[in-house]
């Protein structure tokens, strides 16, 4: 018999599911230059830079940089007026990055929320591109690197 709990209890007695373990997705390249690096001709992200290549699958940045992390900075409703009403679409900013030099910054758009923020994810570590660090204070002088050595400038559009 089921729903012999309390009363307003959802569910009751009712064997639970187990839960599913998520599968780790085997990464398979698509491109020569994703042959080469799953293979080990490259072995590192500078190498790509200096031969002037594009990068072109995730998986790529993912097996170079394995301490990668990502963050959503903003998720915010595009709505649109059509015909038939209004029509409304998500679109996250990610921000991926391993703290020590590297970063990407990566948009998606999707009806779907996750959605969006898988395609921003996938496209921020399509932009990952190395960041010189130093020490950002003129007086401090020290010789580590832990801040942007330039002038930083921000432009807001109001």
């Known amino acids: 018999m089921y729903g012999g709990g309390p009363p307003g209890a959802k569910g009751g007695d009712r064997p639970r599911r187990p839960r599913r373990e998520p599968e780790e997705e085997v990464w ?10 799953a293979s080990g001709e490259i072995t590192s992200l500078e190498e790509i830079i200096e031969l002037g290549l594009r990068i072109q699958e995730s998986g790529i940045i993912k097996k170079l940089l394995p301490d990668l992390k990502s963050e959503v900075v903003d998720v915010g409703i595009i709505q649109k ?24 910054i990566g948009q998606g758009k999707s009806k779907q929320m996750r959605i969006a923020i898988e395609k921003a994810t996938s496209q921020a570590y399509l932009n990952v591109n190395p960041i010189k660090l130093g020490c950002g204070s003129w007086e401090c002088r020290c010789d580590q690197k832990h801040s942007v050595p330039f002038k930083v400038k921000e432009k807001v559009a109001v």
């Open 28 to 37: 398979v390249p698509k491109t020569i230059l994703g042959q080469k690096v």
């Open 81 to 104: 007026m059509t015909s038939n009403g209004q029509s409304t679409r998500f679109k996250a900013i990610v921000a991926a990055g391993n703290e020590n030099g590297y970063l990407g």
